[in-house]
């Protein structure tokens, strides 16, 4: 075999191989290509639904805060209207102008000589024995009442927010 034979048979197989190898590139690299493709798609589908996950329990969070918010307006506006309510009955008392009293045991005020049998020819209650309280005192049990009744409310507000969160 002469020498330019040889040569070009070389030539002919470096040829053939870097060819070979240049259309392996293609042909994988165009597989990498598509794989990458596939792969930034299913990042996007994630991406995707975590935006709708988020977008949900921003909603829930929204709705939440909204709820708590009338929640709390309703609580603050029976708090205060029992405030209110417990400030002009102890305006009342001490003006004199509501009397608290309490209905006696009939076998236990056998001896009392100061209280009525019968309420007057005015009165509502009829046939049982009453004593006035003094004003200092029931201003002392207006205020207990009044704390008993913000301790409720605030109690309803709790059990509410409680039945909502199950």
């Not at 190898?21 to 990458?36: E, I, P």
């Not at 977008?55 to 909204?66: D, M, N, P, S």
């Amino acid at each position: 075999m002469s020498l330019g034979r040889w040569l070009a048979l070389v030539a002919l197989v470096v040829i053939s191989c870097f060819s070979t190898w240049k259309v392996d590139a293609w042909r994988y690299g165009k597989q990498l290509a598509d794989l990458n493709a596939e792969h930034q798609t299913a990042l996007t589908r994630l991406a995707n639904a975590n935006s709708v996950l988020i977008f949900k329990e921003q909603g829930k969070r929204i709705a939440l805060e909204q709820w708590l918010a009338a929640s709390d307006q309703v609580h603050y506006r029976a708090l205060s209207d029992e405030k209110t309510k417990h400030a002009r009955l102890r305006d009342r008392i001490a003006t004199a102008d509501l009397r608290l009293s309490v209905q006696l045991d009939a076998a236990a005020t056998t001896d009392c000589g100061g209280v009525q049998a019968t309420a007057a020819a005015g009165g509502v209650v009829h046939g049982t024995r009453r004593a006035q309280l003094d004003p200092a005192h029931a201003q002392r049990i207006i205020g207990i009442t009044g704390d008993g009744d913000q301790g409720l409310i605030a109690l309803q507000a709790c059990q509410s927010y409680v039945r909502l969160i199950k």
